[in-house]
C-alpha cells in the first residue's frame, strides 16, 4: 500500500504559476504509475496528467497541455505538478492518485488518494 499527501497549493493570480508535490509512504513507490486530477466545485474529478512508474512516459489533459508539467524523483519518493499560466478555470481541489488499473485517465480507476490541495487562481 501506499500513503499519499500533497502540499503546495495557494491562492495565484491569473498568469502565475505554483509547483504542487505529492510525497509518499512505502517502499514501493518507485513501482507505481501515478496521476494528477482536479476537483472542482460541482464538476466531476478531472484527469490532468499521468507519469509512469520510471518517469519515461507522460500525458496530459488538453486543457492543461503546454502549461503543466508532471514529473517525479523516485528517490525522494515524490511527484510534481508544475503549473504555470494558470487561469481562474484551474481554480479547484488537486488530487493525486497511484496505481491505476485500467485506464489512467479515468479516475475510479486509481487504487490509491491523497486528501487533496486547494488551489485558487484569482482573475
Known amino acids: 500500500q501506499v500513503q499519499l499527501v500533497e502540499s503546495g497549493g495557494g491562492l495565484v493570480q491569473a498568469g502565475g504559476s505554483l509547483r504542487l508535490s505529492c510525497a509518499a509512504s512505502?517502499?514501493?513507490?518507485?513501482?507505481?504509475?501515478m496521476g494528477w486530477f482536479r476537483q472542482a466545485p460541482g464538476k466531476e474529478r478531472e484527469f490532468l496528467a499521468f507519469?509512469?512508474?520510471?518517469?519515461?512516459?507522460?500525458n496530459y489533459a488538453d486543457s492543461v497541455r503546454g502549461r503543466f508539467t508532471v514529473s517525479r524523483d523516485n528517490t525522494k519518493n515524490t511527484v510534481y505538478l508544475q503549473m504555470d499560466s494558470l487561469k481562474p478555470d484551474d481554480t479547484g481541489v488537486y488530487l493525486c492518485?497511484?496505481?491505476?488499473?485500467?485506464?489512467?485517465?479515468?479516475?475510479?480507476?486509481?487504487?490509491?488518494w491523497g486528501q487533496g490541495t486547494q488551489v485558487t487562481v484569482s482573475s
Open positions: 492518485a497511484a496505481d491505476p488499473r485500467g485506464s489512467y485517465y479515468i479516475h475510479y480507476n486509481y487504487n490509491y
Open positions: 512505502g517502499r514501493t513507490f518507485s513501482s507505481y504509475n
Open positions: 507519469i509512469t512508474s520510471g518517469g519515461g512516459a507522460r
